[in-house]
């Protein structure tokens, strides 16, 4: 069976420049999460989609950052006018709505 | 404020010994512990889970034990093998509905021959 898959895993951008990450869940999966970490650090919780309720934005950064989740399924993290502390590793991660979270393994940005 | 911490931020043991990887809490609200793996390049993977009602869960050389008037969790690994070389992340979920995690820094075990 397929597991949580995140596009593209490497991306290099130029500092104030958008950039898209996206995610394919579990199938199946109503819950759908994204985390960062950046280097030497823990995961950061960023933001949680549960079905139909309304996200929990409460680990967005800044309003650069926003994600959406299109019909329940496939989920876009976007990063406008990026700056050189975005650079991390961008983890999706989905569930059956409790845990145990299930990871892709991530994108890798890096702002230059 | 970090309310999962992994004090430790690496650890090194020798095949066929024990690792005891350590986890602090501060929030009371915290009702379920998990312990991921991680892999250079690959995301974490699950590895055992414990509910607050518990003070011990096993699962084959994996076990995790919670202390909850110390608020205190570990995860013990027995016999250790090289394959165990990672990043151990403790994660923390909080009762009351939201499902999302916390996740301490991390502590990198290095199983050597």
């Known amino acids: 069976g397929a597991g949580v898959s995140q596009s593209p895993s490497n991306k290099v951008t130029e500092k104030g420049k958008d950039v898209e990450l996206r995610c394919d869940p579990i199938?199946?999966?109503?819950?759908l999460y994204w985390y960062r970490q950046s280097l030497g650090q823990g995961l950061e919780f960023l933001i949680y989609?549960?079905?139909?309720?309304?996200?929990?934005k409460s680990g967005l950064p800044s309003d650069r950052f926003s994600a959406e989740r299109t019909g329940g399924s496939v989920s876009t993290l976007t990063i406008q006018r990026t700056q050189q502390e975005d650079s991390a590793v961008y983890l999706c991660?989905?569930?059956?709505?409790?845990?145990?979270?299930?990871f892709g393994n991530g994108t890798r940005l890096t702002v230059t | 404020d970090q309310q999962v911490k992994q004090n430790s931020p690496s650890l090194s043991v020798q095949e066929g010994r024990i690792s005891i990887l350590n986890c602090d809490y501060t929030?009371?609200?915290?009702?379920?512990f998990l312990w991921y793996k991680k892999y250079p390049a690959e995301g974490p993977t699950f590895l055992i889970s414990?509910?607050?009602?518990?003070d011990k869960n096993e699962d084959g050389r994996f076990t995790v034990f919670l202390n909850k008037s110390a608020k205190h969790l570990s995860l013990h690994i027995v016999p250790s093998q090289p394959g165990d070389s990672a990043v151990y992340f403790c994660?923390?979920?909080?009762?009351?509905?939201?499902?999302?995690?916390?996740f301490g820094a991390g502590t990198r075990l290095a199983v050597h021959p």
């Open positions: 994660a923390a979920k909080s009762r009351g509905g939201y499902n999302k995690l916390i």
């Open positions: 989609f549960q079905g139909n309720s309304a996200p929990d």
């Open positions: 929030n009371s609200m915290f009702d379920y």
């Open positions: 991660a989905s569930s059956l709505g409790v845990p145990p979270l299930h």
């Open positions: 199938s199946g999966h109503t819950a």
């Open positions: 414990i509910s607050s009602i518990k």
